[in-house]
């Protein structure tokens, strides 16, 4: 789930809001890795990033080349984006067994993301 948030964070640092017309990189990940993400992000209930299928004849894997973030990419990035937020998730699902659906972990980030703005009272 880090890939998925850090491959939302540099499509959303695009001025223009696309994707950039070059092959996406993200440090430390290779691009077979990146291209699948991109290709689940694009999947699923979670429709976090309209997406070209850019899989090949024979390849290993399936892959995509992202085109936007959609407004539920862009709604959980907003929750996500916040270091203290996703570390405090990341924490929580490491305690508890180490593995979540992105439904759940949609649903935790949304959580902490609030207890984060409004405080423990429920106050901003």
Known sequence: MDLVRKILITLADHEHGFAPQRPLAIEGYDSETIG??????????GDLLEVLDDTR??????????????WQGHEFLDNAQNDTVWN??????????????????????????????LGDDGLP
């Open 36 to 45: 699948y993400h991109v290709y689940l992000m694009g999947q699923g209930r």
């Open 57 to 70: 004849q024979g390849a290993k894997t399936p892959s995509a080349i992202p085109a936007i973030i959609t």
């Open 88 to 117: 405090r998730v990341k924490a929580v699902v490491r305690e508890r067994g180490g593995s979540v659906s992105f439904e759940v972990l949609k649903e935790l980030v949304t959580r902490a993301a609030k207890k984060h703005m």
